[in-house]
């Protein structure tokens, strides 16, 4: 199993690009979610999914859309880039209570 | 959400015994106690989940009092690779998927 796979590693933007980052796990997990990291902080919730189809807003939603058409892919868009979303951005997939991390997208926004 | 509390940060050397604890004194019935630990560069590794009294593993143990408002990781004989930032969470294992970390503790291990 890969577990948790996301792309690409490193990003840089100009302000107002759009991007998508993209999320997979191969474990068959339900529950998937985004949560963004800044430099000595810890892990703040973007949005989640309970399911396929299925998506709810985290702690600081704002700037960001997603969507999960599928149970293995769960991706973060961008819509207007901004420099307040520099950022480490995670993906996790959920298995009761246990979350499984990818290895992160390193994002930086001119 | 039980909110959680843990210190900042601690030092320790190469062998010794390392506790951190942490604080979550609105604990539900249902919720269990799981920590986590990120190096740099890198997403959070499960490390150890209990729901009461004493959990161990390869890696570490876990003890919860009865009254459960506090957990304490110890982490056995740690090595300059122990140098990390570990985080406690508190959730139910049922559902309530909205996961708050805290700021974590910073453990430095010294030579």
């Known amino acids: 199993n890969a577990g948790v796979t996301q792309t690409p590693k490193f990003q840089v933007l100009k302000t107002g690009q759009s991007m998508t980052l993209q999320c997979a796990q191969d474990?068959?997990?339900?529950?998937m979610s985004w949560y963004r990291q800044d430099p000595g902080m810890g892990l703040r919730l973007i949005h989640y999914s309970v399911g396929a189809g299925i998506t709810d807003q985290g702690e600081v939603p704002n700037g960001y859309n997603v969507s999960r058409s599928t149970t293995e892919d769960f991706p973060l868009r961008l819509l207007s880039a901004a420099p307040s979303q520099t950022s480490v951005y995670f993906c996790?997939?959920?298995?009761?209570?246990?979350?499984?991390f990818g290895p992160g997208t390193r994002l930086t926004v001119l | 959400l039980a909110k959680t509390t843990q210190p900042i940060s601690m030092d320790s050397y190469e062998g010794q015994e390392v506790n951190i604890t942490c604080s979550h004194n609105n604990i539900a019935t249902n919720d269990y106690i799981t920590w986590y630990q990120q190096f740099p560069s890198q997403g959070p590794r499960f490390i150890i989940q209990g729901y009461k009294t004493k959990v161990t593993n390869e890696v570490a143990s876990l003890f919860i009092p009865a009254d459960r408002k506090s957990s304490t990781l110890s982490l056995p004989r740690v090595s300059l690779s122990d140098t990390a930032v570990y985080y406690c969470l508190v959730g139910d294992n049922t559902g309530g998927f909205k996961t708050i970390f805290g700021a974590g503790t910073r453990l430095f291990v010294k030579a």
């Open positions: 474990m068959n997990h339900e529950y």
């Open positions: 996790a997939s959920r298995k009761r209570d246990t979350q499984y």
